[in-house]
């Protein structure tokens, strides 16, 4: 599989990142299962956070880890400090990361995220505290979800300033379909203008909802309206010509408009790593697929709907 590099973590990451933030003890076989088969094609790194479950993610996740011995060559990215309903600061970030640490089982954290931000805190005891769980040996590296590129480069810049490790990577969503408003509270969507940031700064995004949360399946149309949140995000006339315009792209290339979508997230100018929700094996395969999708930059543009011919 393809891999994009995080210098802060010394090693190559995936593309393709899969997504645990539903994993229960109730569902773990299929959990595992999905690991295994996104392992045995080369995927190296998971998504999951304290908020999910209470934890309960994190152990199933931390389960499997233990299970297949796998933690030496498969990265977890961990997430804290979700601002609400949690505590933000120095201080969370140290406890969110022990809490972490016990649910997953593991004595490190290979990469840990900010889930929210609190723009009232200073940056600079943010960033101390991370150097100071680096140099523990807790965690890897460190970056943040759901931030502004503008608090992002304030933070990297306090840290080239003081010698100290910066934000390795950020993660908002990044997907072909716009949302029309936050699916979550205090969550952030990369405009172009932040994926140029990104690309000028060299700092990999890592895309959640690199699909828009099922928006370009088969039965996607405005008649749809089973699932309120969609409606509320996605649904726009705008969306639905991306969609027309995935699935005709997608018939052409014999693929599916949801990969053609994926493919679309991958070809950024900026590196990016995409998350993904797949819940059966088949889902796993598709996504993997979608990596040998070539777009033309015009097909990217007219995709975006940033021009009228491909």
Same mark, same amino acid.
């Given at each position: 599989?393809?891999? +994009?590099?995080?210098?802060?973590?010394?090693?190559?990451?995936?593309?393709? %990142?899969?997504?645990?933030?539903?994993?229960?003890?109730?569902? &773990?076989?299929?959990?595992?299962?999905?690991?295994?088969?996104?392992?045995?094609?080369?995927?190296?790194?998971?998504?999951?956070?304290?908020?999910?479950?209470?934890?309960?993610?994190? &152990?199933?996740? %931390?389960?499997?880890?233990?299970?297949?011995?796998? /933690?030496?060559?498969?990265?977890?990215? !961990?997430?804290?400090?979700? #601002?609400?309903? /949690?505590?933000?600061?120095?201080?969370?970030?140290?406890?969110?990361?022990?809490?972490?640490?016990?649910?997953?089982?593991?004595? $490190?954290?290979?990469?840990?995220?900010?889930?929210? !931000?609190?723009?009232? @805190?200073? +940056?600079?005891?943010?960033?101390? =505290?991370?150097?100071?769980? +680096?140099?523990?040996?807790?965690?890897?590296?460190?970056?943040?979800?759901?931030?502004?590129?503008?608090?992002? =480069?304030?933070?990297?810049?306090?840290?080239?300033?003081?010698?100290?490790?910066?934000?390795?990577?950020?993660?908002?969503?990044? =997907?072909?379909?716009?949302?029309?408003?936050? $699916?979550? *509270? %205090?969550?952030? @969507?990369?405009?172009?203008?932040? +994926?140029?940031?990104?690309?000028?700064?060299?700092?990999?995004?890592?895309?959640?909802?690199?699909?828009?949360?099922?928006?370009?399946?088969?039965?996607?149309?405005?008649?749809? *309206?089973?699932?309120?949140?969609?409606?509320?995000?996605?649904?726009?006339?705008?969306?639905?010509?991306?969609?027309?315009?995935?699935?005709?792209?997608?018939?052409?290339?014999?693929?599916?408009?949801? &990969?053609?979508?994926?493919?679309?997230?991958?070809?950024?100018?900026?590196?990016?790593?995409?998350?993904?929700?797949? #819940? *059966?094996?088949?889902?796993?395969?598709?996504?993997?697929?979608?990596?040998?999708?070539?777009? *033309? &930059?015009?097909?990217?543009?007219?995709?975006?709907?940033?021009?009228?011919?491909?």
């Amino acid at each position: 599989m393809d891999t +994009v590099r995080i210098p802060e973590l010394k090693r190559d990451v995936s593309r393709l %990142g899969l997504g645990g933030a539903w994993f229960r003890a109730e569902n &773990q076989d299929l959990a595992f299962s999905l690991l295994d088969r996104f392992r045995e094609l080369g995927g190296n790194i998971v998504d999951t956070g304290r908020i999910y479950g209470d934890g309960e993610a994190e &152990q199933t996740l %931390g389960r499997w880890l233990a299970d297949r011995d796998a /933690h030496a060559d498969f990265m977890v990215l !961990d997430k804290g400090c979700h #601002h609400p309903p /949690h505590d933000f600061g120095p201080q969370a970030i140290h406890d969110d990361i022990s809490r972490g640490l016990d649910c997953l089982g593991v004595d $490190y954290i290979d990469l840990w995220l900010f889930h929210r !931000d609190k723009p009232s @805190h200073p +940056v600079g005891p943010l960033i101390d =505290a991370l150097n100071e769980e +680096v140099a523990r040996g807790r965690i890897r590296a460190f970056g943040c979800s759901n931030w502004s590129t503008a608090r992002l =480069a304030e933070a990297n810049e306090y840290a080239r300033a003081n010698g100290l490790m910066g934000m390795a990577v950020a993660s908002p969503n990044l =997907a072909l379909a716009t949302p029309r408003e936050p $699916y979550w *509270t %205090g969550c952030t @969507h990369a405009t172009e203008e932040d +994926v140029a940031w990104h690309a000028r700064a060299g700092v990999p995004i890592i895309a959640w909802s690199s699909q828009a949360a099922g928006f370009f399946r088969d039965d996607s149309s405005p008649e749809n *309206t089973r699932d309120p949140n969609l409606v509320r995000v996605y649904h726009s006339p705008e969306n639905f010509e991306k969609l027309r315009r995935a699935r005709e792209l997608a018939s052409e290339k014999g693929a599916s408009a949801v &990969q053609i979508a994926l493919a679309w997230t991958l070809h950024q100018p900026a590196p990016v790593v995409a998350l993904v929700g797949p #819940h *059966t094996i088949g889902e796993v395969d598709s996504c993997v697929a979608a990596l040998e999708i070539k777009l *033309t &930059q015009a097909e990217v543009d007219w995709l975006a709907l940033r021009r009228d011919d491909r």
